[in-house]
């Protein structure tokens, strides 16, 4: 896989899934010799009220990269944070992507529910169906591995 990983987008949604995407993504990126972009997208209400202020969400998002930046220090693979406001959480992600000239985006796919999918949409499908470069998508390892 070795420059497909080169520099490579992770996106990542809280806390728990920056650990379980970390346990899958750096052991593979390290490897290759790669580096990380860790991806937090805000997603916006296109005009609709924000259930959360800015603020908060920049704190949220500061949480969330320090379980990545810590796991990297662990691993000696160099990241990198971006925090991005939203329609749409996987346009927000390409662009990151096209912005830091990333050679993939790589994910484990979240638990979730199916009705609820339908609702609110399937990010991990969109990041798929909608691709602009490789989307790597790795099974989420034990924790208790």
Same mark, same amino acid.
Request: charged letters at 30%; glycine letters at 8%.
């Given at each position: ?36 972009? #860790?991806?937090? =997208? ?15 969400? *920049?704190?949220?998002? *500061?949480?969330?990269?320090?379980? =990545?930046?810590? #796991? ?16 749409? =959480? ?45 989307? =790597? ?9």
């Amino acid at each position: 896989m070795g420059d497909l990983l080169e520099t490579v987008v992770v996106p990542v949604a809280s806390e728990a899934d920056a650990e379980t995407t970390m346990r899958a993504v750096l052991p593979r990126v390290g490897e290759a010799g790669g580096s990380i972009i #860790a991806v937090h =997208v805000v997603e916006k209400g296109g005009g609709a009220m924000d259930k959360a202020g800015v603020e908060q969400r *920049e704190l949220y998002a *500061e949480d969330v990269f320090a379980v =990545v930046e810590d #796991a990297c220090a662990d691993a000696g693979v160099a990241c990198e944070t971006d925090l991005r406001f939203d329609e749409d =959480v996987a346009d927000g992600i390409f662009a990151a992507a096209r912005d830091h000239g990333a050679s993939a985006v790589a994910f484990t796919p979240r638990e979730s529910n199916r009705w609820l999918d339908l609702l609110t949409g399937d990010n991990a499908r969109d990041l798929v169906k909608r691709a602009e470069l490789p989307v =790597v998508v790795l099974p989420a390892e034990d924790a208790d591995e």
